[in-house]
């Protein structure tokens, strides 16, 4: 949808569009593995909050680029939205060993694809309203989630692990 919304904001081609849109994605390269590193060094809850609230400024801001701004500002912008976006889904894989590790690829797969659940949903309230709009409801959303985040516990101490051979083993977690 970003090609669409640079093509249309700023009247480009969709090759154009496509490309600076694709700088959103590009982000994905660090991003991910460095939400992931911060949340493994400063803690997964304080690092959540954190990204959380970096996002939902970050589609605020998405909302409100107009034509009337530099195109160069509003890809700056998507992109430093796709950091927080992208490093909270690094921090949000880094819970999962914290789950039951033995299943750690199961719980894993059911992530990414509740995931992809949530950007089905989120495009098909994109087909209703206009791209303000629908940059405004994912900041909002985003808003929402801080408060469960709030109340979100992080496992302290250790985690026993029951391996298949019968075996005990005590995870040390922090």
Same mark, same amino acid.
């Given at each position: 949808m970003l090609p669409l919304f640079f093509s249309e904001i700023f009247d480009l081609n969709m090759v154009t569009a496509g490309l600076l849109a694709s700088s959103y994605a590009f982000m994905n390269l660090?991003?991910?593995?460095?939400?992931?590193?911060?949340?493994?060094?400063?803690?997964?809850?304080?690092?959540?909050?954190?990204?959380?609230?970096?996002?939902?400024?970050?589609?605020?801001?998405? #909302?409100?680029?107009? *034509?009337?701004?530099?195109? =160069?500002?509003?890809? &700056? !912008? #998507?992109?430093?939205? *796709?950091?927080?976006?992208? =490093?909270?889904?690094? &921090? !949000?894989?880094?819970?999962?060993?914290l789950i039951k590790r033995r299943l750690t690829g199961q719980i894993a797969g059911m992530t990414g694809a509740y995931g992809n659940v949530g950007a089905v949903c989120y495009l098909t309230v994109l087909s209703f309203v206009s791209y303000q709009s629908f940059f405004l409801i994912i900041a909002m959303t985003a808003l929402i989630s801080l408060i469960f985040l709030a109340f979100l516990k992080e496992p302290d101490g250790t985690i026993t692990e029951i391996n298949e051979d019968g075996t005990v083993e005590l995870i040390g977690v922090n």
């Open positions: 660090v991003s991910r593995p460095g939400g992931g590193w911060i949340s493994d060094r400063f803690g997964r809850k304080p690092t959540l909050l954190i990204l959380t609230t970096g996002l939902s400024i970050g589609y605020f801001m998405m #909302a409100s680029i107009s *034509s009337e701004w530099p195109l =160069a500002v509003a890809v &700056a !912008v #998507a992109m430093l939205c *796709s950091f927080f976006v992208q =490093a909270g889904e690094g &921090a !949000v894989f880094a819970t999962v060993p």
